[in-house]
């Protein structure tokens, strides 16, 4: 299979380009590395010993991808590119609303234009709704977002859905009139796998590529590996009066190579590759599908400092704060879907999470940089 990874040079991209190589498929990546770097994918060539086509461009300028994917001709895109620093958000909606939703939308367009149909898109456990109640079950409702970036995540979700509807029933009618589509008309149904991760931690297990985040990271794990490397002083542990076990906050963390797998189920997937339990063998998708891709299993804030301790061999120092403004008390997969239907689950645990997050953060201290 021929893929095309927008924002495969990020976190998540370039795990994902290692384990399709691994898998045996082919991996092309656009990115404006807005948020990244081209050593990431030199490093994913280093892993896997194959080579990735590499294009600089911004998903959203259409003349440029219309290029690309006409070069390419990809079997499915995986849509990684965006903007996803939640407090970034709030001080820039402008910006995360144009580029998040810009680069889906010129995405479809390029895509109807050339006959494409396959996609997979990055979406966030942070859809649902927080009157929900753990595990959360992909019919769970989507709720309110707390933040510009979450809604972005919230309209892409609709707009590729409403996409494939559409796109079916126009099918269908060009069929029954015996016509073949023009320019702007689908030539067969768009296929669409929603991804709602859980908590995306760790890293590949060589140390070569992981988390990079700039400046002071938002989120839980890179923040510990930098106080543990000795980057940060210590850890300001958000609230330890909820009605947990030990007073913090519950997360689904799943291991990035986990993660990076499920993309590779999920693209065999909407290509028709089905597991066993499932009839229609061979048939592409058409239509939508919406997947989590969590571990079902919840700790806490504390014990993952305890677990991060553990792996890198001294306590990481923290400190009880305030609450954040927005945090959910639980969140965690129902992980059952994916297992039926995409024959995937997640394999590593938190001890093998932190081990490997302590291996790139010890070896690179500074992200790609040096
Ligand atoms: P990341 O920032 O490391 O990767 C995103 C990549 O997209 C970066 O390489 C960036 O340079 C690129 N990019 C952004 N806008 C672009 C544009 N207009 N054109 C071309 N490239 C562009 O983030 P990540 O953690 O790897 O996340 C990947 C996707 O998964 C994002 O859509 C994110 O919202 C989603 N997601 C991430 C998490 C998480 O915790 N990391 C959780 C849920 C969903
Ligand atoms: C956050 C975002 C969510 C986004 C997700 C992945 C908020 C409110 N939510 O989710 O929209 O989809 O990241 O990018 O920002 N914690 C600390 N100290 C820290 C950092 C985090 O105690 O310095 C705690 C948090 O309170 C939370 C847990 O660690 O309980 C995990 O936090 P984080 O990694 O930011 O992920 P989420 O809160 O799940």
């Known amino acids: 299979m021929k893929t095309l990874l927008t924002g495969g040079a990020g976190y998540i991209g370039s795990h994902t380009a290692v384990a399709m190589l691994d898998a045996g498929h082919e991996v092309a990546v656009v990115d404006n590395y807005v948020n990244s770097s081209a050593e990431a994918i030199a490093r994913v060539e280093k892993i896997t010993g194959k080579k990735v086509a590499l294009y600089e461009a911004d998903v959203a300028d259409k003349p440029r991808m219309m290029e690309i994917l006409k070069a390419e001709m990809p079997d499915c895109i995986i849509h990684f590119a965006g903007l996803k620093a939640v407090g970034e958000s ?9 580029n ?30 927080e009157d929900n109640v753990p595990p959360f079950t992909e ?6 977002c707390t933040n510009p970036y979450g809604w972005t995540k919230w309209m892409q979700e609709q707009m590729l859905t409403d996409a494939a ?8 009618k060009l069929k029954a009139a015996g016509k073949t589509a023009g320019k702007d008309e689908w030539k067969s149904p768009l296929s669409v796998v929603l991804l709602r991760y859980f908590n ?7 140390g070569l590529i992981g988390e990079d985040p700039q400046g ?8 510990i590996s930098q106080v543990a490397v000795g980057r940060r002083d210590h850890l300001t542990v958000f609230g330890d009066d909820y009605d947990t076990p030990d007073g913090t906050c519950r997360r689904d963390y799943i291991h990035v190579m986990d993660l990076a797998e499920g993309h590779v189920k999920a693209a065999e997937y909407i290509l ?19 997947f989590n891709l969590g571990t079902g299993s919840p700790y806490s804030v504390l014990e993952m400092v305890a677990a991060f301790g553990r792996a890198c061999g001294h306590a990481v120092a923290y400190e009880v704060g305030a609450r954040r403004a927005g945090d959910v008390q639980d969140s965690w997969a129902d992980a059952e879907k994916a297992r039926a239907v995409l024959g995937w689950q997640a394999s590593r645990g938190i001890d093998e999470i ?10 690179n201290p500074h992200g790609y940089k040096e």
Not at 167 to 172: F, G, L, P, R
Not at 200 to 206: C, F, I, R, T, W
Request: glycine share 8%; net charge negative.
């Open 216 to 223: 002071i990271p938002n989120n839980l794990m890179p923040f």
């Open 165 to 172: 509807k559409a796109s079916a029933a126009e099918c269908e």
């Open 354 to 363: 932190c081990r490997d997050a302590w291996n790139w953060q010890s070896h």
């Open 200 to 206: 995306p931690v760790g890293a590949h297990e060589s």
């Open 272 to 290: 028709g590759k089905r597991s066993e339990a499932e009839e229609e063998s061979g048939k592409p998708l058409g239509g939508t599908e919406v």
């Open 100 to 129: 998040n939703i810009d680069t889906t939308l010129t995405l479809l367009e390029c895509m109807r234009e050339l006959g494409l149909t396959n996609i997979v898109f990055s979406s966030s456990a942070t859809v649902y709704g």
């Open 139 to 144: 019919d769970a409702p989507k709720g309110m």
């Open 90 to 98: 709030v001080a820039m909606p402008v910006e995360y609303y144009r």
